[in-house]
């Protein structure tokens, strides 16, 4: 079906988004895809159906693109399968039972109690690396210990804060904990088993891949990522990501201070039922279990995404036109 008589099938179909008002003030996908100037790419699939495959801008479906933070989601799922096979103990274990030797002499004596929930959570309690301080962080000559001996601002496993850094604690501890690199975690965990390309990307001055940030996926990558998610972590048959700890991920531990959304295990929780990774400049990875929805979603990655701006629209599309093609 040709891309205006689809989707002006698709918008013929009720709103069913819970939020009605967002969902009437939702912009045609039409407009989206011709209007949106820092939307590249947008698929979405219900059940084994790809509704939606459009690249309107950008290098396309089939070119790696910068998933941004879309990646703190990933190395979420690095831990879940890192747990599942004995190489860390549980969520409840301590950064000094897992990697001691990243903890700096100069921390404060709580950052060696810090959890593994309390990083994948963005929960660490530490001053934020993000923001107006990421430019200093990746300028310090070692962001692992940059991160964990900066202040503590918030008691482990109490608010968000939302840091770069943090998951780059976690995908450092990781790798200490596995013997293997967050690159090959990466690979050999989610790489193989969706068949997806997974290239190399930043590493910090001792060598450990950046965890957060910079990673880069194919939009169509992105979407199978979306529809493992979907399926509670099964791909073609295999169980990628362990069930419970997809259904784990999905479950609100705390609430993000800036667009309001809870969040789980690496995973933003919508109103409306999406789980969603993101990323700077309006990359996502979603998935609704419940009306069968993966979604792939790739933007400008130099332009920012607001919650009151462009990613407002991305939600407005998903929680109005989107979710109605249900």
């Not at 969520?91 to 039972?97: G, I, K, P, Y």
């Not at 295990?265 to 409306?272: A, C, V």
């Not at 998903?318 to 093609?325: S, T």
Request: hydrophobic share 45%; glycine share 10%; net charge negative.
């Amino acid at each position: 079906m040709k891309r205006r008589s689809f989707l002006a099938s698709a918008l013929a179909l009720p709103a069913l988004a819970p939020s009605l008002a967002r969902a009437q003030d939702a912009p045609s996908l039409e407009r989206a895809l011709e209007g949106e100037d820092q939307l590249h790419s947008i698929q979405v699939l219900r059940g084994d159906e790809l509704l939606l495959a459009e690249a309107p801008r950008g290098p396309g479906l089939d070119q790696l693109a910068n998933i941004k933070s879309c990646s703190k989601s990933l190395v979420a799922l690095m831990l879940g399968q890192a747990i599942e096979a004995g190489a860390i103990a549980s969520v409840d274990a301590s950064l000094s039972e897992v990697a001691p030797g990243l903890v700096p002499d100069s921390a404060d004596e709580r950052v060696a109690a810090i959890t593994m929930e309390d990083l994948v959570t963005l929960r660490a309690g530490l001053e934020r690396t993000s923001g107006g301080n990421y430019g200093g962080w990746i300028a310090s000559d070692n962001w692992v210990a940059n991160a964990l001996s900066r202040p503590m601002v918030a008691t482990p496993g109490g608010r968000m804060l939302y840091s770069t850094g943090t998951t780059h604690v976690l995908g450092a501890a990781l790798a200490e904990a596995t013997g293997e690199s967050l690159l090959s975690l990466a690979r050999d965990g989610l790489g193989q088993p969706l068949d997806i390309e997974i290239p190399a990307w930043t590493r910090d001055p001792q060598g450990y891949y950046l965890g957060g940030n910079q990673m880069a996926l194919t939009p169509r990558a992105m979407l199978r990522v979306a529809r493992m998610m979907r399926d509670g972590g099964r791909y073609e048959g295999t169980q990628v990501v362990p069930a419970d700890w997809v259904a784990a991920s999905t479950e609100p531990r705390t609430r993000s201070p800036f667009s309001g959304m809870s969040y789980g295990y690496g995973w933003f929780l919508t109103d409306s039922g999406f789980a969603m990774a993101r990323g700077y400049g309006g990359q996502v990875i979603a998935f609704h279990p419940e009306r069968d929805l993966a979604v792939a979603i790739t933007s400008d990655p130099m332009r920012p995404a607001r919650s009151q701006g462009y990613f407002g629209t991305i939600m407005a599309l998903m929680d109005g036109p989107i979710l109605a093609m249900s």
